[in-house]
T-cell receptor
Framework: DVKVTQSSRYLVKRTGEKVFLECVQD?????MFWYRQDPGLGLRLIYF???????EKGDIPEGYSVSREKKERFSLILESASTNQTSMYLC?????????????FGPGTRLTVT | RKEVEQDPGPFNVPEGATVAFNCTYS??????FFWYRQDCRKEPKLLMS???SGNEDGRFTAQLNRASQYISLLIRDSKLSDSATYLC??????????FGAGTTVTVRA
């Protein structure tokens, strides 16, 4: 079974703090993704990576950065957390080049910024 | 305009009923289509792919209409365990999936 794990299920941070969200997958997937999910808006793509050290902006990258130093690990960084970044953050991974873009998700991190 | 639009519901149905709902997508170059299921406070998981000819998986039937750019999901003989949010998902390149905001289905005893 594909397993995607995220470092925390719940996180509470203060405005202005630097926040690191970690994601690890164990299936040697090339692609990894960070989404945020908000009521009524669905999943919105923040950043994705199709290879080590490669990254691409998604639909809402402002206020976020990412790091992918190893194939299995993809980190999301909030440089200076703000209250409008309170959300559920979901990491996902997928294989490339198979014609099957199915994404496998981690359990999510519910981040609250106060 | 959102890339994928869904009726948010909720659809409240009794056990044993049939429930159906659609989603529409805006990019005519979209290549592949899926329904994901998301249980309350859980991550999304693939329910089924949607093929041009329509396809079934047990009590679930998915249809694709490329001309009108919509996808449908029908659930027959609803079970309590079918209560979830169903996400319509569209793909138009190798990596990126576009997700609808979801349709909530609640099956009552």
């Amino acid at each position: 079974d594909v397993k995607v794990t995220q470092s925390s299920r719940y996180l509470v941070k203060r405005t202005g703090e630097k926040v690191f969200l970690e994601c690890v997958q164990d299936m040697d997937h090339e692609n990894m993704f960070w989404y945020r999910q908000d009521p009524g808006l669905g999943l919105r793509l923040i950043y994705f990576s199709y290879d080590v050290k490669m990254k691409e902006k998604g639909d809402i990258p402002e206020g976020y950065s990412v790091s992918r130093e190893k194939k299995e690990r993809f980190s999301l960084i909030l440089e200076s957390a703000s209250t409008n970044q309170t959300s559920m953050y979901l990491c996902a991974s997928s294989l490339t080049g198979t014609g099957n873009p199915e994404q496998y998700f981690g359990p999510g991190t519910r981040l609250t910024v106060t | 305009r959102k890339e994928v639009e869904q009726d948010p519901g909720p659809f409240n149905v009794p056990e044993g009923a049939t429930v159906a709902f659609n989603c529409t997508y805006s990019n005519s170059a979209s290549q592949s289509f899926f329904w994901y299921r998301q249980d309350c406070r859980k991550e999304p998981k693939l329910l089924m792919s949607v093929y041009s000819s329509g396809n079934e998986d047990g009590r679930f039937t998915a249809q694709l209409n490329r001309a009108s750019q919509y996808i449908s999901l029908l659930i027959r003989d609803s079970k309590l365990s079918d209560s979830a949010t169903y996400l319509c998902v569209v793909n138009f390149n190798d990596y990126k999936l576009s997700f609808g905001a979801g349709t909530t289905v609640t099956v009552r005893a």
